[in-house]
């Protein structure tokens, strides 16, 4: 597991009172496409929230890695900042907040990808062309009156925006037209195109992976991975189901559909994204003041 980008170990973590995930080992490298499949409420959505720190779920053992370093105990904006990335399989309406204030707001965590004034503008343009999204997009409040294609198209234009390490996408592929399926299957591409990125894909159906070259498949029944393989494991999947692996009945779903964010407060991240944007605004000006008083100065 040393040249993993992903390195789990022994991971087990509860809800509450109640377990959900068991002794888990996961490896993904860099550049690889996994997928995660299994029956509802097997526990999959679950492992892809506590690979991101949701506070909803309690890591009870084992190790999470990522490209070498142990996040573990780190929290959700750590792991950000670290690389990782969750695209959310119902992405939450937030009134008053336009997008573009919004996507301003998280590139301001993230330094290093140096996109500030016409950057910005300029890279936001080249994604929102590429999902084939009007920018007039920019304007409208997040994810408020937005259709299930358009909310994911936000996720895929978050995550050619950050450019993360590992990109975990939550049944991306849901509620999805054909059309609208393919504009996400090519922002996927497009992804691992520009930055060699990492992609552990979470569902329970193949139609997306139709689109995409799968490196490996894992398949988790109650909480456990109970069998992996290469792509051709997921051809057996849609011959035979599910059952082939054991009793698969479906059991209870442990997510919220009134808060599909599992426990985030949105409210408070947001806050934090923008007085991030302010304090960077502030530098910038402090910087170009002190710029204009040299030049006077000479």
Do not use: W
């Not at 526990?43 to 949701?54: A, D, E, R, Y």
Request: net charge negative; hydrophobic share 40%.
């Amino acid at each position: 597991m040393a040249d993993a980008l992903l390195a789990v170990q022994g991971l087990s973590a509860s809800a509450g009172e109640k377990a959900i995930l068991h002794g888990i080992d996961l490896e993904v490298n860099k550049g690889e496409i996994h997928v995660l499949m299994g029956p509802n409420g097997a526990g999959k959505s679950t492992l892809g929230h506590v690979l991101m720190g949701n506070p909803a779920f309690t890591v009870t053992g084992g190790s999470i890695k990522l490209d070498g370093a142990d996040i573990t105990e780190d929290d959700v904006d750590k792991r950000s900042k670290a690389g990782l990335f969750i695209s959310f399989q119902a992405p939450v309406e937030v009134p008053g907040v336009p997008l573009n204030s919004f996507l301003r707001a998280i590139v301001a965590q993230h330094e290093e990808l140096d996109l500030k004034g016409k950057k910005y503008k300029k890279r936001v343009a080249e994604i929102m062309a590429q999902l084939d999204m009007d920018e007039a997009y920019l304007n409208r409040e997040l994810n408020v009156g937005f259709s299930g294609g358009e909310k994911k198209k936000v996720e895929m234009l978050q995550l050619l925006l950050l450019q993360p390490k590992l990109a975990i996408l939550d049944e991306t592929d849901s509620g999805l037209d054909v059309d609208a399926l393919n504009v996400v299957s090519k922002a996927m591409a497009a992804y691992r195109e520009e930055c060699d990125g990492t992609i552990l894909i979470i569902t329970h159906n193949t139609r997306i992976l139709e689109h995409l070259p799968v490196d490996r498949t894992h398949v988790m029944v109650k909480g456990k991975l109970v069998a992996e393989g290469d792509a051709s494991l997921i051809t057996k999947i849609d011959a035979e189901g599910f059952e082939q692996f054991g009793h698969v009945e479906e059991t209870e779903v442990l997510r919220s559909e009134d808060d599909p964010f599992g426990g985030f407060n949105v409210e408070d991240v947001l806050a934090d994204a923008e007085a991030a944007l302010r304090e960077a605004d502030a530098k910038r000006a402090s910087e170009s003041g002190e710029a204009n008083e040299a030049g006077a100065a000479e």
